[in-house]
Every structure is written in C-alpha cells, then in structure tokens.
C-alpha cells in the first residue's frame, strides 16, 4: 500500500483557506479516501447516521500533482485522522513555502509508517515535507490503521448511497445572507422546520410557545415535495460550507423526508461554468416530527 | 403567510422602520440579563419599552414616531403589552443583514394579541415573526423622577469615558458613591469594598471628557455596583464608538437617572442618499433612560 503525491499550489489554497476550516466546523474526525482519480473528505459516512455527513470531493488535478497510489483494495485507500491536525500541518506548511522560497517549493504528501518516540509499535502518519533552500520540514500527522477492504468496500457503499440527489432541489440565492439568518435564528429556537415546495419556494420556521419566525424565499429554481424538520444546529452547521467559498447552493430535501441534502457548487474561475473537479454536500439527518 | 391576512385597519399601530440594527442597539441597551420581561407601551407620539429590576433599577427605551419611516396609530388610549425583551432583540436581530439597510414592518395587535413584524425590502423573500404578548405587570414601583432642587444636579460626560470609569470600578465592587461637588467643579465616583478606588472628572481640567456640568451644591449617594454597570455595560460597541455625551441626573431622594442617545440613523454605507435630508437628524436618535434608586445609607450627605 502506497501513497505519495505533490499537493499544487491551487490545492494547498483549496484546502488550506476554503476547505478544511469549512470540514473542521462541521466534524472532527474525517476519512480521507483515496482512488485512483479522487480524493474524498467523509465525515459520518460508516459510524451510526446521527448529525450531519459530509462529504468533499475533488479530482486528483484539482489537488495534486504526480500522484502515485498502489493498494490491494484496487488502488483505494482510506483511513480516519483529526482534521484541525490535518488544517495546522497544512497551515504551517503554507507559512514554510509562501514564507521564503516561493513557488518552486513543493509539498509533498506521502503515507508513511513509523516508529514514535517510547513506542516499539510502528504507526502510520500522512507525512508532509517542505523542502526548503537549506531545510525540510516534516510534519507528521497520526492517522488511524488503513480500512480494511471490508471497511473499504463499506465505506464505498456509504459513498454511493450519499450521492443519491433528492428529487427536489431548490438554489439558494444568497447563501450567505441565509446562514447569516439562520445563525441569528439559533437565538430564538432549536428546532427548525425546512420546507421546499415544487414551485421553488424554501421555507424555513421555528416555532415556540413565545414566538414563531420564519423567512420565505419564493421563485427559486426547481420541482418538489415538502419535508419535515432537521434540527436548527445540524442546518447551520452545515451552512458553515459557506468558509469554503462555494458559488452556488441547492437545498433538497430526499425521499421519504430521510435526511435534508446541501449541495454546494464552485465555478471554474473567472467563469459562471461549474467546476466539476470540486464538490462538496452535506446530509443532515431529520428529527422525526414527533420528538422533542 | 398568516400575518399578510391581517387587515391593516384593524390593528392599533402598523409603522415602518428602515433601519433594524438601530433599534437592535437601542434595545440591546437595556437587556442587562438573559430573560427580562418588559413592557411596551404604544401613544401617537412614539413606542416606549420599559424594563425593571424589582424596586431598585428602571430603564425605558423611547422610540419616537420620528424614527419611523411610517406610523399609523388609530388606537383609543395607550395599548400596553408585555414581552420577553431578550425573544424580542433576538428576533428583531434576525432581521438586520449587515451592510444593508433592512426595512420592517411592525403592526400590533395581531389576532391572537401577537407582535407582527415583517420584512419589507423585497417581494420574493420574506422574513416574518410573530410574538406572543402577555397582559403586562403593573409597574411595580414608579420612578417618577423630580428635581433634586430649583438647580438641576447634573453633568455629561462622553459615554466612552462613562464605560470605562464603571467598569474600573469593578474590582472594588460592592457599592460606589458619585459626589458632585460646584468647588471646583468635579465629579467623584468611589468604590469601597476589597479595596479603594477613586476617579475624579474636573470639569475645567478635561472638557471634552465631562462635557457639562451644573451643581449648586454638594451631593452624595451611594448606588450598588451592579445596578450602575447595568446603565452602561449592555450599549453595543459601535454605540460606544459614536461617543456621545451620556447625561446623569441626580433628583430627589438621589434617584439617579442616566440618559443614553442611540442614533437609529440608516448605516453610514446610505450617507450620500441622505445627505440632503440632512446628516444624523436629531430625530433619528433613540433615547434610553436608566433610573437606580439609591442605596439605604445613613452617610449619605445630602437631602
């Protein structure tokens, strides 16, 4: 089992100002799965299905450079880490290159075994290397023993089955005006009732003994159904997508009022076309009506 | 939407306001703990909420019809209704966008006795709240507040200075005297407790901190510390930054009344559409009074 690759330029800003605070306020414990053309950050994929999943996607380009990956398991990887480790080795890599030696620098990210200090039990670490003019630095992040290819293969699963789009989706018009609201809305309630009509109307409400509000947002894209309640904090949790710079927002509710789907799109620079080598989307599981 | 339903005519007020955060500051002054009942009362001439610690700290927002872009009251004599305040900032605050101006539409009774406020900035989004009224508490102790004397006992001072004199005065805690002395011209606040702290404002020394000044005579009384950190701990920052005057009124008995000015002006962001109408009109200013009682204290100078 083997991974090395260089992480881009573009990839350590992806990750290191957009991504990585947006993952790291939503979960802390996060698998990186690797293939052979992507790399994916799941969050509460495989453990049991309460709170919010998320899972970013980016093709292999989008990130890295000279990427090598070799398994059993058909050239898949995966294994659990800490992303606020993961987002400070990156941080402190960033301060290495953009500090001294400019672009030509190159960070290197490789999966390693290795023995820690009073320990006699080798353990694997994505280790990253700056190489510098005069210096390297290494920084070693602990991550969990690879997946097994049982896990793997569950892992896959749970993947395929979060790609699955709701049949309805609306788009958000101004997302961050919408998790602006909804933050302040924290204040008044916990529970908040989402609701998405086939005529593109994206209603959200919270309803007390004291108070009722809610906002409407009408004349939005799309066809669909209405859905029962997530929790206020799962919502806004995942509005915290909004650290990622995402251009465009769809909400969608899935079959069965199972889980309530935010899906978040990037434009390829300078452009209004979507970029396709980046995704992320968020599940937030639905309170059954009846409770609390 | 069932507060759309409602018919205008039937309500006893319905006013427009086009810029939330300004209220949000105002009220946000007087909300010294997390739930706090207050009472509103509606008149022709504006909207005064008025909130009370039992018998010892009074303060009333007044939210004049000025302030609104709109203000129809058709009410027979003056509606009065309780409310949580802390519900009421907090939905209020889910109004303001920051960096816009949001304009809110506020109409009372609705049905069922409810508060109904509205976003009114644009036709395909809305945001909406209602909130429950309660019939309210009798006041239970009236702060009406009389002249100490035929001159007034009174100075001003730039809030920010205000601020930071009561906060200083936190580690001696407990109890602090405000005297007033006419010579010279100075005002002491002393805090005795774990330790001694006192802060002296000569007028002639630093006008432009203790900005005016009026005392015939001396005056002590003492205030307990929390009631008077109540006056100034809870005015929003940027309200602090304004920096303008704070007055505080000594009357009778040493009923000490402290005024605060909020500007409820449209953020600087819309200064040059208003410039015409003029900069920072008088009447886009909130005005919030805080009463405290003076401490029971037998070394009390004066009366």
Not at chain 1, 86 to 93: C, E
Not at chain 2, 235 to 255: A, E, F, Y
Not at chain 2, 269 to 294: L, W
Request: aromatic share 8%; charged share 20%; proline share 5%.
């Amino acid at each position: 089992m083997k991974f090395k690759a260089v992480v881009t330029e573009n990839g350590v800003s992806l990750l290191d100002r957009r991504f990585l605070p947006a993952l790291e306020k939503m979960g802390k414990i996060y698998h990186l799965f690797l293939t052979r053309d992507h790399a994916f950050f799941l969050h509460n994929l495989i453990t049991t299905a309460d709170g919010i999943q998320s899972i970013a996607q980016f093709r292999k380009q989008a990130l890295f450079d000279d990427y090598r990956i070799s398994s059993q398991n058909e050239d898949r990887i995966a294994f659990a880490f800490d992303i606020s480790l993961l987002l400070r080795a990156v941080r402190s890599s960033v301060s290495i290159i953009s500090g001294e030696f400019g672009i030509a620098n190159r960070l290197q990210v490789k999966l390693v075994k290795k023995l820690p200090p009073n320990s006699t039990q080798p353990m694997p670490f994505l280790t990253f290397e700056t190489k510098g003019y005069k210096s390297a630095v290494i920084q070693d992040v602990p991550i969990s023993k690879p997946l097994s290819r049982a896990q793997l293969l569950q892992l896959q699963a749970a993947l395929d089955a979060a790609q699955d789009l709701p049949p309805t989706l609306v788009q958000v018009p101004d997302s961050n005006r919408l998790q602006n609201f909804v933050d302040r809305m924290k204040h008044v309630g916990d529970l908040l009732n989402v609701s998405i009509s086939k005529y593109g109307d994206l209603h959200l409400q919270i309803s007390t003994t004291l108070i009722t509000l809610g906002a409407e947002f009408r004349k939005l894209l799309v066809v669909g159904d209405k859905g029962p309640s997530p929790n206020v904090r799962h919502f806004s949790k995942s509005l915290q997508c909004h650290l990622a710079k995402p251009d465009c927002a769809f909400y969608g509710i899935a079959p069965q009022g199972a889980c309530l789907t935010v899906i978040f799109q990037f434009f390829i620079p300078g452009t209004r076309q979507t970029d396709k080598s980046i995704s992320l989307h968020c599940r937030l599981p639905v309170l059954d009506p009846g409770s609390s | 939407m069932s507060s759309s339903a409602i018919e205008t005519d039937t309500s006893d007020l319905v006013c427009q306001l086009d810029n939330v955060q300004g209220i949000v500051d105002a009220l946000s002054t007087v909300r010294w703990k997390r739930h706090q009942d207050a009472v509103v009362e509606l008149s022709e001439h504006g909207i005064v909420l008025i909130v009370e610690e039992t018998g010892c700290l009074q303060a009333k927002v007044y939210l004049q019809k000025e302030l609104f872009i709109r203000y129809e009251y058709t009410a027979q004599g003056r509606p009065r209704f309780g409310l949580s305040l802390g519900l009421f900032v907090d939905c209020l605050n889910t109004f303001s966008v920051p960096g816009h101006s949001s304009s809110i539409e506020i109409q009372y009774p609705g049905p069922d006795m409810q508060l109904l406020i509205k976003s009114a900035d644009s036709l395909d989004d809305c945001i909406y709240a209602e909130i429950r009224t309660r019939i309210p508490e009798t006041i239970s102790w009236d702060y009406n507040f009389e002249p100490a004397g035929s001159t007034p006992l009174s100075f001003t001072v730039k809030s920010a200075v205000l601020k930071e004199a009561i906060d200083d005065l936190e580690w001696p805690g407990s109890s602090i005297q405000i005297i007033l002395k006419p010579v010279p011209p100075s005002v002491t606040f002393r805090g005795e407790g774990h330790g001694d702290l006192q802060i002296d404002l000569m007028y002639y020394a630093n006008t432009d901190l203790l900005i005016a000044f009026h005392c015939d005579h001396e005056v002590s009384y003492r205030y307990k510390y929390k009631f008077l950190r109540a006056t100034t701990s809870n005015v929003p920052s940027n309200v602090i930054k304004d920096n303008r005057g704070s007055k505080l009124t000594i009357g009778r008995g040493g009923m000490l009344k402290v005024q605060h000015l909020v500007s409820v002006a449209r953020p600087s962001t819309s200064h040059q559409h208003i410039d015409s109408a003029g900069y920072q009109q008088p009447s886009r200013i909130a005005y919030i009074e805080f009463f405290v009682k003076p401490e029971e204290d037998e070394d009390t100078v004066n009366d």
